[in-house]
């Protein structure tokens, strides 16, 4: 049977790849491609459905981003958001134009039909709305099936054409009812299979790196943490022993970090692996170097050609293995996103790589890649592992990278993960760590004046690191990591905690 597959056409909006992990989540395979893919590349995708994203820009002005009008011929159920609705809109002979005001957040939204899309929702429900523009005129044949106060066109269908449109955003927890909008697209509409398993993932994709390595070498940089070790997992079920697993020490890895590492995967799991000490070799480089991307193009270079010396010195690997994810690809820029920051395993490899890529994660979502850590048998500490980015503790200094700020954030952020572990029983917060913003601050510490640094304190929730929320610990927590960062740890006479969320900051600092 022909596996149900979504295809979703990305016109630049923030919330594009949170389309993807609902329809994911209600286990049917989708792919995120740029709006202006060939008809050519849509056949050979062969989709159930397509979905338009939103996106920031004017159907009516110059140079606005269009996909092929073949879209909405008929030949695939189409769902619009935003302006992916506007520009069907636009193409099939109706009217969209400036409205007198933007009209950003949750509203009550009166659904008129509730048939197709709106089967089983509310008459009153609420939506997410994010627009500057609005519909006047629908095109023949379409009937508006929901509207608001400042939005009269809220929703539009053609049902013998299957082409749908909806000015809200259904894939943003705010819409209150989306997952079941989004639902029955897919299978009141569309007629769908809820056919995509991380059991279906793994089969397919060692079958794929099977095909791309063959009898060919590779090597794995291992960090330690679940992404990695995930992608060793598959790729050593797909080629056994002509993988090798290599763990770099950069020098900017947590308390006792490389030493559990090595405990953990040296040894076990099937897994042939390799421990490199290169303290010394990244932080000359790093010397002097205060610039954000600067700082992880230089770790994604030196990572390259370490893994290059120790793949000519353990069996001439020609394919490096690399735990991409996909929202390293998203903030990293493609087609049609903006670059947020260069992730060291995308936009940091040198263009002289020897080695060709093997990333058989770079589509998975971090909820996705640790079901699949968990039914490849990686123990539940590891598949749970809070995330720690490959640039290590570069990226959480702010300024230049040295031996002694390194020694002040180690045991900062020991201090900060033990106290937060143990109030953190239920495992709610999804990461937390110290950060040295650079600032020093004066301070009294027994009858004395300082001049130390200040340390700053991150924990977020989230669901798959696209989107996060700044955590409420309580005061006392706070309190206490406050006491034990100032009284324990040299060099350090202030605390803040961090109440930024994702947007507008990102989980990092750097």
């Known amino acids: 049977m022909t596996q149900s597959k979504v295809l979703i056409l990305d016109f630049g909006g923030q919330y594009n790849q949170l389309i993807a992990r609902r329809v994911r989540e209600s286990k049917v395979y989708c792919e995120i491609k740029p709006y202006n893919i060939s008809i050519e590349d849509i056949e050979e995708f062969n989709?159930?459905?397509?979905?338009?994203?939103g996106g920031p820009a004017s159907v009516y002005n110059e140079g606005a981003p269009r996909c092929s009008e073949e879209i909405f011929s008929g030949r695939w159920p189409v769902l619009g958001i935003c302006y992916g609705m506007q520009l069907?809109?636009?193409?099939?002979?109706g009217e969209v134009k400036r409205a007198s005001h933007r009209e950003y957040g949750t509203i009550s939204m009166t659904v008129t039909n509730h048939e197709g899309l709106f089967k089983d929702i509310s008459a009153e429900t609420e939506v997410l709305m994010s627009h500057s523009d609005f519909i006047p005129q629908v095109p023949a044949d379409f009937q508006i099936t929901a509207y608001s106060d400042n939005t009269p066109t809220a929703a539009i269908e053609?049902?013998?054409k299957k082409l749908y449109g909806i000015q809200f955003h259904p894939e943003v927890i705010l819409t209150v009812e989306g997952k079941e909008?989004?639902?029955?697209?897919?299978?009141?509409?569309?007629n769908l299979t809820a056919d995509w398993?991380?059991?279906?993932?793994?089969?397919?994709?060692?079958?794929?790196?099977?095909?791309?390595i063959g009898d060919r070498k590779a090597v794995c940089g291992l960090s330690g943490g679940v992404d990695s070790a995930v992608a060793a997992l598959l790729v050593h079920k797909a080629i056994g022993p002509n993988l090798t697993c290599i763990f770099v020490d950069h020098g900017l890895l947590r308390k006792n970090e490389a030493q559990e590492v090595m405990e953990a995967f040296e040894g076990k799991l099937g897994l042939n692996v390799i421990k490199i000490d290169a303290q010394e070799q990244f932080l000359s480089k790093l010397k002097g170097i205060t610039e954000p991307e600067e700082k992880r193009k230089i770790i994604g270079n030196e990572f390259v050609r370490i893994f290059e010396q120790g793949a000519a010195k353990y069996g001439q690997g020609e394919y490096l293995v690399q735990g991409t994810l996909y929202p390293d690809v998203v903030e990293s820029g493609t087609d049609t996103a903006t670059t947020i920051k260069t992730h060291h395993n995308v936009g940091g490899l040198p263009e002289d790589m020897t080695f060709e890529l093997c990333e058989p994660l770079r589509n998975l979502f971090k909820d996705?890649?640790?079901?699949?850590?968990?039914?490849?048998?990686?123990p539940q500490h590891l598949v749970s592992r809070q995330p720690f980015p490959g640039p290590g503790l570069a990226i959480r200094i702010m300024?230049?990278?040295?031996e002694e700020k390194l020694e002040i954030l180690r045991d900062a952020d020991a201090i900060v993960r033990e106290e937060i572990i143990?109030?953190?029983k239920d495992k709610k917060v999804w990461q937390f760590f110290a950060v040295l913003p650079g600032a020093y601050s004066v301070g009294v510490m027994g009858d004395d004046r300082t001049y130390q640094q200040v340390v700053a304190v991150r924990a977020v929730g989230s669901e798959d690191g696209m989107t996060a929320t700044w955590s409420r610990l309580p005061y006392e927590l706070l309190d206490k990591i406050s006491k034990r960062l100032v009284n324990e740890v040299d060099g350090v006479n202030r605390v803040v905690y961090d109440i930024t969320s994702k947007p507008p900051g990102t989980i990092e600092w750097e």
């Open 47 to 53: 989709p159930s459905a397509i979905i338009l994203s």
């Open 88 to 93: 069907m809109v636009h193409y099939l002979g």
């Open 158 to 160: 053609n049902h013998s």
């Open 181 to 190: 909008i989004i639902n029955n697209f897919l299978f009141t509409i569309c």
């Open 197 to 212: 398993t991380m059991d279906s993932f793994i089969e397919t994709t060692v079958a794929q790196i099977k095909a791309q």
């Open 368 to 378: 996705e890649v640790r079901i699949v850590g968990s039914k490849l048998g990686l």
């Open 399 to 402: 300024g230049e990278i040295t």
């Open 422 to 424: 143990n109030y953190d």
